[in-house]
């Protein structure tokens, strides 16, 4: 049996950041700043399934598994798409990314959507100390 992730409306971007913090003090050892996300044997994640054995997500990552899309973490490139505030986009080239509705988008961007962040911003550079403080302060916690 998968164990499933449930999780309340994620409507806004304390209830997205919210839902990220729980869920990572729910499955610690699926967190890590070091990648995107790190899928064993290159198994898309699904939305609302916990990540499996030695998989690991970074806060991006949970944000974008959360807000209902698959994360995929491939072996060769793949074109993905960056939505821009404005209507804007552009193309380049991952090896994880997320994935919903035949739209393969950066794990980066899905994230930057979900908790409405400009670009620019540093929260997914950072330690992960770091990126959970912020998440906490867009929790409101």
Do not use: K
Not at 2 to 25: K, M, N
Not at 38 to 47: D, E, K, N, V
Not at 115 to 134: F, K, Q
């Amino acid at each position: 049996m998968t164990d499933t992730i449930t999780s309340t409306d994620l409507g806004t971007p304390a209830d997205v950041a919210a839902a990220v913090l729980d869920a990572i003090e729910a499955n610690p050892d699926a967190f890590s700043m070091s990648n995107w996300c790190r899928l064993p044997g290159g198994t898309p994640l699904p939305p609302c399934v916990a990540p499996p054995s030695g998989a690991t997500l970074c806060v991006a990552a949970w944000v974008a598994h959360l807000t209902g899309w698959t994360l995929v973490d491939a072996d060769d490139l793949v074109q993905v798409t960056v939505h821009l505030p404005g209507g804007f986009e552009y193309q380049r080239y991952a090896y994880s990314y997320a994935h919903r509705n035949g739209e393969r988008r950066t794990i980066a961007n899905v994230a930057d959507v979900a908790l409405w962040l400009e670009p620019g911003h540093d929260l997914w550079i950072g330690s992960a100390d770091t990126s959970l403080w912020r998440l906490r302060e867009i929790a409101g916690r």
